[in-house]
């Protein structure tokens, strides 16, 4: 058995195009972002990971502070600046298991499907030199500060050495910091194929809130491109959705198992809207 005809379609309807998706609980405040459309940005300690955003690491590596130090920076608060930061987590992927089970409450919550180069567009439109949006990357070990000569990704095509980031550093200390947001343990999280929104601390100075837990990021209009709930939704919200498919005038899907030669699937369905 193969893809049902709806993902069939589903993928011919976005050729050529990437796509990113979102994936949240049955909880009021899910219905609340979705409803309102923004993001929420959470600030770096209250992620799930507590390995995530690792900043403190960086005390492993005194050749690369003193050079930070050199360059007028002063490291010894990078984990206050880290906190002010916002994250916002996105997949690749809108029919990953663990992430459903995970961060869509075992397939009673559901997903948000964006065009991912559209999105990343009006992102950056929306809030200039606000927004960093990027893939994570993925490791087995944090990469030697020290030796200046190791390479660094970029963004998803470019890497680049050490010291090509002690350079940009003495014009934007944020380049250090979002760098030190977007590497990831690879044996655990790298099924996740994880992209992420950064707010930087001039969205923050720009967006204050004491006290709060992260920061509210505005859509930018037009970017939704469907939403998938999963087949255990309960009945009320399942109703829910379909009134919000309806209002925003975007296909509804729902997720269901196929048992195939190649063993346990997971696929989609289109849902009748009338």
């Known amino acids: 058995m193969g893809k049902t005809f709806q993902h069939q379609l589903l993928i011919l309807i976005f050729?050529?195009?990437?796509?990113?998706?979102?994936?949240?609980?049955?909880l009021p405040r899910s219905f609340?972002?979705?409803?309102?459309e923004y993001f929420w940005c959470s600030r770096r300690q209250y992620l799930?990971?507590?390995?995530?955003?690792?900043?403190?690491?960086?005390?492993r590596f005194p050749i690369f502070k003193?050079?930070?130090?050199?360059?007028?920076?002063?490291?010894?608060?990078?984990?206050?600046?880290?906190?002010?930061?916002?994250?916002?987590?996105?997949?690749?992927?809108?029919?990953?298991?663990?992430?459903?089970?995970?961060?869509?409450?075992?397939?009673?919550?559901?997903?948000?499907?964006f065009d991912d180069e559209d999105f990343e567009k009006k992102l950056s439109s929306q809030?200039?030199?606000?927004?960093?949006?990027?893939?994570?990357?993925?490791?087995?070990?944090?990469?030697?500060?020290?030796?200046?000569?190791?390479?660094?990704p970029i963004n998803k095509d470019h890497t680049a050495p050490i010291r090509g980031l002690i350079h940009?550093?003495?014009?934007?200390?944020?380049?250090?910091?979002?760098?030190?947001?977007?590497?990831?343990?690879?044996?655990?999280?790298?099924?996740?194929?994880?992209?992420?929104?950064?707010?930087?601390?001039?969205?923050?100075?720009?967006?204050?809130?004491?006290?709060?837990?992260?920061y509210q990021l505005n859509w930018p209009k037009g970017i939704l491109k469907s939403i998938i709930i999963g087949h255990n939704i309960v009945s009320e919200n399942f109703d829910k959705m379909k009134h919000i498919a309806r209002c925003k005038n975007i296909p509804l899907y729902m997720t269901h198992t196929v048992n195939s030669e190649l063993g346990f699937e997971l696929d989609i369905k289109e849902v009748d809207l009338t």
């Open 48 to 59: 799930n990971d507590p390995f995530d955003t690792h900043g403190e690491i960086i005390n």
């Open 15 to 26: 050729a050529n195009k990437y796509m990113i998706y979102k994936y949240y609980s049955p």
């Open 66 to 113: 003193e050079e930070m130090r050199r360059k007028g920076v002063n490291v010894d608060t990078y984990a206050t600046i880290l906190d002010r930061f916002g994250i916002c987590c996105f997949s690749k992927t809108e029919l990953n298991k663990h992430l459903w089970s995970l961060y869509a409450d075992s397939y009673k919550g559901w997903v948000l499907q």
């Open 127 to 152: 809030e200039i030199g606000k927004v960093t949006y990027r893939d994570v990357h993925y490791s087995s070990e944090w990469p030697n500060l020290d030796d200046f000569d190791t390479q660094i």
């Open 168 to 214: 940009v550093i003495g014009k934007s200390t944020d380049s250090l910091f979002e760098y030190l947001l977007l590497i990831k343990e690879e044996s655990i999280w790298k099924i996740e194929e994880e992209k992420r929104i950064i707010l930087g601390r001039n969205y923050s100075d720009s967006h204050p809130s004491k006290g709060s837990t992260g």
């Open 32 to 36: 609340e972002a979705l409803n309102s």
